[in-house]
């Protein structure tokens, strides 16, 4: 069996593997796309959010019920008509 020292020379001798080059820029790319992962799905839900408030709001501050008035007249149009919802009762 061959004695330590001389194993650690071949080893020496030898030089790291050519794959290990490279491993730098794979490292750096995937945590570069992490990175951004991140960003995109705090991006994402900062605007659920907002969408979710806007929708919130929204539905507050809009009107409780639309009514359609009865008209009495035989030849009216009837109040929920399309064309009578449309042009707003004129």
């Given amino acids: 069996m061959r004695d ?3 194993l650690l020379a071949d080893l020496r001798g030898d030089g790291a593997d050519p794959r290990l080059a490279d491993m730098d820029a794979a490292v750096l790319a995937g945590v570069s796309q992490r ?4 960003a995109a799905r705090r991006t994402l839900v900062l605007t659920s959010v907002m969408a979710l408030g806007i929708g919130f709001v929204a539905s507050f501050s809009a009107p409780q019920s639309a009514r359609a008035v009865p008209s009495f007249a ?4 009837p109040s929920s008509a399309p064309s009578s ?3 707003g009762g004129r």
């Fill in 4 to 6: 330590i020292d001389e």
């Fill in 35 to 38: 990175r951004a992962q991140g």
């Fill in 74 to 77: 035989l030849n009216a149009v």
């Fill in 85 to 87: 919802l449309l042009m």
